[in-house]
């Protein structure tokens, strides 16, 4: 019904139908936890091919995958040994290739997580620096450094790494002698990369040819406010920040100017591909800086197309601060001639349902609602959107997994569960009564990398598709309608007079998207039924933490 009422008030207009990635809703998939195609408890590659028609049926216009490539998994993936393979837990280069081959036929766009700033110490570089003398090329690679004191048994500088600890480890030389230190503003196991060296950026010249030339759609660029250091390496006034916040806080760094040559490079580079078929391949980088106005520089013209706007993920359920954030972004990200990249979730976060409900349990009935409508909320906005998996099945985060199964290299290092990640990348649940809930093709008692909790049986994607009322309903339907809206990346909005608590604006094609941050009633800003509403809604009326669409006549924001 929605649908076809939609239908009579004309159908989706787009400005150049080869820029795809400016209205695009693109499905984040963590591959390690999306689908086991062997058995062994480990997403794959070929999971996520036989889960295609699975997200083509959901709607959305592409695909974001974890990195596959060979490593460790010190950090599940985000420390690569080899920039231009898949790690044989996830398949070969041939499964890579059907996936793509199946995903061009569904029409579903395929973007890679490639990792800039950091490699494995497994990568061939770095073994090499390790066997070389201090002050050679390998090392130069990387930031080596000597100590401080008069041993040189104190760190370069007083740095601290995002995941708690020194961000400095000092190495033993070919002689058995304790020797220089080098940078890793992670994981001891994930070394800095020495973006100053121009082997570098050719390094990566050449991974960014070999997947674009294999019909990928564009990458994900982890850590896009990283990759330089301020060149003197001085000490920061608060070396705790990034650890304290998880955040990129340390101004010597993070955010440096020269990363932006990098991006306008990689556009160039990304342009040549788009020249030769004029379907653009999208740079979509996670871009950490304190505002708007900064977040905005990463997506000029010649840089990145699009950079995730973490500032909607992380507000408070209050209707002041959405409104706050959504004008920033609306006045100085679009303002540069790209679109806004909504995002609520990731694979580093706490789930919707959980962060806007009760942490510590499996959710609440007020966070589900809450998380119902600010995905409504999200999918209205001008712009492109990104889901997590699990997202659209409304999975609260597991935050009873005990410390013996936990993988997060941050409890690794510091021993605090306050900010691990493993909650949000337990194993999608598919189908049954019990774990592994059809997760993965082997028996029964297969057990998936992490341990799925008993409930998540409520949340199974054969539930899920079976009830109209379900999360994924609410995703698809939303999907549907906005496929339809002329407006979607182009357009601007204007806020709407509402009660208070209450946030409600109306963009170019009509389209009214209200929220009630609070618990009671609120009178809806539009007459008549609701094209669609994150929840029970009768007209006239919005209720407590319930979101609504309606297409209105106030067409000129």
Request: proline share 8%; charged share 20%.
């Amino acid at each position: 019904m929605h649908n076809r009422r939609y239908a009579q008030t004309g159908q989706r207009v787009t400005i150049d139908k080869h820029r795809w990635w400016r209205d695009a809703v693109i499905y984040q998939v963590y591959v390690r936890s999306f689908l086991d195609s062997t058995g062994d408890g480990i997403g794959d590659l070929a999971g996520v091919r036989a889960g295609l028609p699975y997200l083509k049926k959901l709607g959305v216009d592409g695909v974001w995958l974890s990195p596959f490539y060979p490593s460790p998994q010190h950090d599940h993936g985000y420390d690569v040994a080899d920039y231009c393979d898949v790690d044989p837990v996830f398949g070969d280069l041939s499964e890579f290739d059907l996936l793509m081959t199946d995903a061009r036929r569904l029409g579903i766009k395929v973007l890679l997580d490639i990792v800039p700033n950091h490699c494995s110490e497994e990568h061939p570089w770095f073994r090499e620096a390790l066997a070389a003398a201090p002050g050679s090329e390998a090392r130069a690679r990387f930031h080596f450094a000597d100590g401080r004191g008069p041993d040189g048994s104190e760190p370069p500088n007083n740095w601290h790494s995002m995941f708690g600890g020194p961000a400095w480890s000092r190495v033993t030389e070919q002689d058995g002698t304790p020797g220089q230190w080098y940078l890793h503003m992670f994981t001891t196991e994930q070394p800095d990369l020495n973006w100053r060296n121009p082997e570098v950026g050719a390094h990566f010249d050449h991974a960014l040819r070999f997947w674009l030339d294999r019909g990928v759609d564009g990458f994900r660029i982890d850590v896009a406010a990283g990759l330089y250091k301020h060149p003197d390496l001085p000490d920061s006034p608060d070396p705790e920040a990034d650890a304290r916040t998880r955040d990129s806080v340390n101004p010597l760094a993070w955010n440096q100017p020269e990363v932006h040559d990098v991006w306008r490079h990689w556009r160039s580079v990304c342009e040549e591909y788009t020249a030769r078929d004029g379907q653009e391949r999208l740079l979509v980088g996670e871009v950490s800086v304190p505002t708007a106005r900064e977040h905005a520089l990463y997506v000029r013209h010649d840089e990145l197309h699009q950079a995730f706007f973490f500032d909607l993920l992380s507000a408070p359920w209050n209707a002041d601060a959405f409104r706050k954030v959504i004008s920033h972004a609306m006045q100085d990200i679009a303002g540069t001639g790209s679109t806004v990249t909504w995002v609520l979730n990731n694979h580093d976060q706490v789930r919707t349902v959980t962060r806007y409900g009760e942490l510590g349990t499996e959710g609440s009935g007020l966070g589900a609602a809450r998380a119902r409508a600010a995905a409504l909320l999200m999918l209205a906005l001008p712009g492109a959107a990104y889901i997590y998996q699990g997202e659209e099945l409304g999975l609260p985060e597991v935050v009873d997994l005990p410390d013996d199964v936990l993988t997060d290299p941050i409890f690794r290092r510091t021993g605090s569960r306050a900010r691990i990640r493993d909650g949000c990348r337990v194993p999608l649940p598919w189908s049954g009564h019990a774990s592994p809930f059809g997760f993965t093709s082997g028996a029964e008692s297969a057990k998936p990398w992490l341990p799925q909790p008993a409930y998540f049986a409520e949340y199974a994607t054969d539930r899920a598709l079976a009830d109209t009322h379900s999360f994924w309903h609410l995703y698809r339907d939303g999907l549907q309608l906005r496929a339809g809206l002329p407006q979607l990346g182009e357009g601007a909005l204007r806020w709407l007079d509402t009660q208070p608590g209450v946030l409600a604006f109306v963009r170019g094609d009509g389209l009214v998207c209200a929220v009630n941050f609070g618990t009671a009633p609120t009178p809806a800003p539009v007459s008549g039924t609701p094209l669609l509403s994150s929840g029970p809604c009768a007209p006239g009326v919005l209720p407590g933490s319930t979101a609504a669409w309606w297409i209105s006549d106030c067409t000129n924001p």
